[in-house]
């Protein structure tokens, strides 16, 4: 006997089986229907990881080695704020709003963090004004504190804006469409696509609690 609730049984007839439209497995989520952004990064994979951290490595060892031609104690002070800034701050106000975040077990698997500990638990609802700022002054705090130092060092200078620039225009180009983290400002998933994923996820669930 089907115990699959009417409702759910009637919207599942409706949309013409998930099949036809819908694949929700290993790292991604497409919805074959829509006509932008329809590929959703469900997982990070390590190779998510190895690239971006190349990539932002590139530009705070720039950073690091200008401060440290100058001054040995800056560079200490600007490589403790790297830490306090992406292990503390944004992990605490930023990261824990994410689902990425909230589906590592004990350890984070995201592309910008990975094999890191979660000392903070989840908190699965988007981020909130106060969130938001204190992420983005520490931000703001890690990006323009070697600008005088980088000032003196042309070379070092032009390889760090380059970093950052490519940076910004790849997460935007290949990561910000595909991202399942709705509630970030830079979040570029359609509202057709974001409402299709979290009603297939909330039918998938109500799916799964079926006893047989």
Same mark, same amino acid.
């Given at each position: 006997m089907n115990r699959v609730p009417a409702e759910i049984q009637k919207d599942f007839k409706k949309r013409g089986n998930l099949s036809d439209n819908f694949d929700l497995s290993g790292n991604g989520f497409r919805l074959s229907d829509s006509k932008r952004c329809s590929s959703l990064k469900i997982k990070h994979e390590f190779k998510d990881f190895l690239y971006w951290n190349f990539v932002t490595l590139t530009l705070l060892f720039s950073a690091g080695l200008a401060i440290g031609i100058h001054s040995t104690e800056w560079m #200490?002070? /600007? #490589?403790f704020l790297i830490f306090f800034h992406? /292990?503390?701050?944004?992990q605490? =106000? =930023?990261c824990t709003h994410c689902p990425y975040y909230a589906m590592s077990k004990n350890k984070v698997r995201c592309m910008m963090n990975w094999g890191w %500990?979660? /000392?903070f638990k989840p908190r699965p609802y988007p %981020?909130?004004?106060?969130d938001l700022a204190i992420t983005t002054l520490? =931000?703001?705090g890690v990006i323009l504190l070697p600008l005088p130092w980088l000032l003196k060092e042309p070379f070092l200078l032009g390889a760090y804006l380059v970093s950052i620039?490519? =940076?910004?225009?790849?997460i935007w180009r290949y990561e910000c469409c595909q991202c399942i983290y709705f509630g970030c400002p830079f979040n570029r998933v359609s509202v057709e696509v974001r409402n299709e994923f979290e009603r297939k996820k909330r039918l998938s669930a109500s799916l799964k609690n079926i006893k047989l």
């Open positions: #200490i002070a /600007y #490589i992406f /292990y503390v701050l944004e605490r =106000f =930023f %500990p979660k /000392y %981020p909130g004004k106060m520490g =931000f703001i620039s490519i =940076f910004l225009l790849t």
